[in-house]
Nanobody
Framework: QVQLVESGGGWVQAGGSLRLSCAAS????????INWFRQAPGKEREFVAT????????YYADSVKARFTISRDDSKNTVYLQMNSLKPEDTAVYYC??????????????WGQGTQVTVSS
């Protein structure tokens, strides 16, 4: 069983920055692809960013491209989401999710509890 714990959320004014962290308990963390998702009130959960094993590749939703950066430090079992130039529409609960490389694409083995990000105009 893997536990994911997000942190780093909070309140920020538009144009500001936050860095979210997703810390995992897994000793085999390096074998997991990690995704960030978010869900705003009254809206469906949406994909934000993903980072592959060994950070070989990253991919972003169009809405955050060039503003957000996903990275990982396997020595710390942690994935980060650096969020710059934040906009009010980025307000949401942000979740990280882990998928073992052996699991089918599109499935997620573990989810964190989420961290709230609020961006004021």
């Amino acid at each position: 069983q893997v536990q994911l714990v997000e942190s780093g959320g909070g309140w920020v004014q538009a144009g500001g920055s936050l860095r979210l962290s997703c810390a995992a308990s897994a000793r085999t963390f390096s074998s997991y692809r990690i995704n960030w998702f978010r869900q705003a009130p009254g809206k469906e959960r949406e994909f934000v960013a993903t980072i592959a094993v060994s950070a070989d590749s990253t991919y972003y939703a169009d809405s955050v491209k060039a503003r957000f950066t996903i990275s990982r430090d396997d020595s710390k079992n942690t994935v980060y989401l650096q969020m710059n130039s934040l906009k009010p529409e980025d307000t949401a609960v942000y979740y990280c999710a882990a998928r073992d490389v052996r699991s089918p694409p599109g499935t997620y083995d573990y989810w964190g509890q989420g961290t709230q990000v609020t961006v004021s105009s």
